[in-house]
């Protein structure tokens, strides 16, 4: 673990209490609030919004890790960024591909060949739009419902055990400004 400890943290995770982080070639901890000059005059940036970039930055890295372990205990064989696809379907049921392929933010040829690799994993199965015989409809099957829910099951209960210690309504907080910060990033 000690090489994804990140600034600032120590190996179990924990922030030091008290004082600020320190900005590369100051040297000097920067109060919450405070803007960083930069050369003359020119302000970079606010103290709050450089360690939002941080933490996000961490965390992202360990979401795409995350994602492609949880691609590989849902199948083997399966391609990391295909998992969503996967919850998206487990979450909101049948959708049409364009649907799938708006969501995740990638071409129709991309889709085709994500949709493909699912179908022949046994995990998802296609079939016409009765409303438009030109689209598809995309489904789980019924092993690829059980497979998504058994990994999501387990990962919900890994974040309910590291987040024992903390109070139920700081979880709902975090997921609400996390739900609200995606509304912010996605426009």
Not at 24 to 31: E, T
Not at 109 to 135: F, H, K, N, V, Y
Not at 148 to 173: C, F, G, I, M, P
Request: proline residues 3%; hydrophobic residues 35%; glycine residues 12%.
């Amino acid at each position: 673990m000690g090489a994804d400890v990140h600034k600032g943290e120590d190996r179990n995770g924990d922030r030091p209490s008290g004082g600020g982080d320190r900005l590369s070639g100051g040297g000097d901890a920067v109060p919450a609030g405070a803007a960083v000059p930069a050369g003359g005059d020119e302000l970079v940036a606010d103290h709050e919004y450089l360690s939002l970039e941080r933490e996000l930055t961490f965390l992202l890295r360990r979401a795409r890790a995350n994602q492609g372990e949880m691609a590989r205990e849902v199948h083997p064989d399966l391609e990391s960024a295909a998992y969503g696809l996967l919850v998206r379907l487990e979450e909101y049921g049948r959708q049409r591909a364009t649907e799938l392929a708006a969501y995740i933010g990638v071409g129709k040829a991309t889709m085709s060949r994500q949709l493909r690799a699912l179908e022949d994993l046994g995990l998802i199965a296609r079939e016409p739009d009765p409303a438009d015989g030109r689209a598809w409809l995309v489904d789980l099957t019924d092993e690829g419902r059980r497979r998504v829910t058994h990994v999501r099951e387990a990962r919900r209960a890994r974040y309910v055990t590291q987040l024992s210690h903390w109070d139920r309504q700081e979880v709902a907080e975090l997921a609400r400004l996390l739900h609200q910060l995606n509304g912010v990033i996605g426009k």
